[in-house]
């Protein structure tokens, strides 16, 4: 499969791409859709990068959508999937499976979503982990300062943060509801924020075996 998509891949991947394609290791990649809004425009970038991803990359990409799990304010951490109540141990598998996190957020009040950190608060730390971090505003200011409480976040997690983030401003306007990019000059944002997060992921990804929770 790598082969066969070495020219696509050599694109997403860059130069790097070159000495690592035959090494490549599929991915668990888990993109976390922080927005609780019904008709959330942060979902569709989620939403457009898991096409991206699935479609130029040979790792399994899926969607963490916060609005499917009802989550109650945090009592008790979720240590394993087999201590986590029934409930949620689909997405305990998921979040325990994963080998990189993309975080999609909103800004609310200078910072990320609470249904976001609520999530995150319920499971271990991702010791190890890389994670890519994106947010979204309608605003001009694409959830800048959410984008800078994230790098916050991801050492509290013991993960590593690719320092490429992927700020989204007027997002109604750079993609539709069915997660299709309709503003052709942020491809180039786009590209360098997969870039430097998949050479993180794949970089990271022999750490895997040697980190604890």
Request: aromatic letters at 10%; glycine letters at 4%.
């Amino acid at each position: 499969m790598v082969k066969a998509n070495e020219n696509v891949l050599t694109m997403v991947y860059g130069l790097w791409a070159i000495d690592h394609l035959p090494n490549l290791q599929n991915m668990n990649i888990e993109i976390i859709s922080g927005s609780p809004r019904t008709n959330s425009v942060t979902y569709r970038v989620a939403l457009f990068l898991q096409k991206h991803l699935t479609q130029h990359t040979p790792h399994q990409v899926n969607i963490i959508d916060v609005r499917d799990w009802k989550l109650p304010l945090l009592e008790n951490v979720f240590s394993s999937v087999e201590n986590t109540p029934e409930a949620f141990k689909p997405l305990a598998e998921r979040m325990f499976a994963a080998d990189a996190f993309i975080l999609v957020t909103p800004e609310y009040n200078g910072s990320y979503s609470p249904a976001l950190q609520n999530l995150m608060d319920h499971f271990p730390k991702q010791a190890h982990k890389p994670f890519g971090l994106v947010t979204a505003s309608t605003g001009a200011m694409g959830g800048m300062r959410a984008s800078q409480q994230l790098l916050l976040l991801v050492p509290a997690l013991f993960g590593v943060a690719s320092p490429y983030m992927l700020v989204t401003p007027f997002v109604d306007k750079k993609f539709n509801e069915a997660g299709e990019l309709t503003d052709s000059s942020f491809s180039k944002s786009i590209d360098l924020f997969t870039n430097e997060f998949l050479w993180l992921a794949e970089t990271l990804r022999p750490e895997l075996s040697t980190a604890y929770n």
